[in-house]
């Protein structure tokens, strides 16, 4: 399968992520892409760039072969009956990035042999530098290299089963806000043992990118990492010490497990 034009149907803070990405990556030029939402004028930036931005769902699907689907829980199943007039099985290939809607729930709306897929991205596909995880359960091969190669120029992806979306979510996308908590956290740390707070978060995003890098590249698990910092009775095991007994593993897993548990409300609302 080809892709000829993509639509992202909600131009929010993931859907112009995603665009943005798609841009600067050259997956596609800007004629190519079309983007909506109700407050238009919110796209300017989008269409100064020359992309498509309209307000017209149905008008964005038909030009399009690939649909991003980028709204929100709640509205999935309007904007779905909304397309589902225009959605045609021998065209146009289903992506969903939508929180807490199961492959199932989508099939349901649209009744019909679309191929369906769920990603989930995180905002680093702006830059290219998205973990997305797929899932799908009706489309041909082909159209699963298609998603997954447009997803790789992004990033990096995996197709993952359904079930395990919502692990993904809190992993992958919901990731990218804590790791920035703890950069700030360390910036902040940084200030008050002398740094401006420019190089302060400088030092700590750029340490941040190479740890996450060295891991990337050996595959060696962190705590093997970490024992190449740790100098016997030295400052880094002092520090990293008082860090466990004030909690800070502990509570990481517990804000991943709430923000999993959560999602659950948010399948209520689909
Ligand atoms: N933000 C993130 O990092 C991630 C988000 N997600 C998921 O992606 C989805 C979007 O999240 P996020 O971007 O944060 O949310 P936003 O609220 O920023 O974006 C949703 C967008 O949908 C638009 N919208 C609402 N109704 C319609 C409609 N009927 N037709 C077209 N556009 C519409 C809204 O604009 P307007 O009101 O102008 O119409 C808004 O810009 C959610 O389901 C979320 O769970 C998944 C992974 C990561
Ligand atoms: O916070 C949220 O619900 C969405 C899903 C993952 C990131 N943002």
Redesign the pocket.
């Known amino acids: 399968m080809e892709i000829s034009n993509i639509a992202i149907i909600g131009g929010g803070n ?1 859907g112009k992520s995603i665009a943005n990405g798609l841009l600067n990556s050259e997956f596609l030029s800007a004629e190519n892409l079309y983007v909506t939402r109700r407050k238009l004028e919110k796209l300017n930036d989008l269409k100064e760039r020359g992309v498509n931005t309209t307000n017209d769902n149905v008008f964005a699907a038909q030009q399009a072969n690939l649909i991003i689907l980028a709204i929100k829980p709640f509205q999935i199943k309007d904007v779905l009956t909304e397309l589902n007039t225009v959605l045609d099985p021998k065209k146009h290939v289903l992506v969903s990035v939508v ?1 807490g809607a199961s492959l199932e729930d989508m099939q349901s709306v649209v009744g019909k042999e679309i191929g369906l897929f769920r990603a989930m991205p ?1 905002t680093a596909i702006a830059i290219s530098e998205s973990m997305t995880c797929i899932s799908t359960n009706n489309t041909s091969p082909e159209e699963q290299a298609t998603v997954v190669d447009l997803f790789s120029q992004l990033g990096k992806a995996v197709i993952i089963d359904d079930s395990l979306m919502a692990a993904a ?1 809190v992993l992958g ?2 990731g990218i ?1 804590y790791a920035m908590r703890f950069i700030r956290a360390a910036s902040q740390g940084g200030i008050e043992i002398g740094f401006g707070a420019e190089i302060s978060q400088l030092i700590a995003s750029q340490t941040v990118k190479g740890a996450a890098s060295l891991l990337l590249e050996s595959g060696l698990h962190p705590e093997q990492e970490i024992d190449k910092v740790t100098t016997p009775q030295g400052c880094t095991i002092a520090g990293l010490n008082e860090m466990e007994h004030q909690g800070f593993s502990s509570s990481l897993i517990k804000g991943v497990k709430t923000s999993f548990n959560k999602i659950s409300d ?1 399948e209520e609302d689909v």
């Open positions: 993931l929180t995180n979510t996308a919901c806000a948010i």
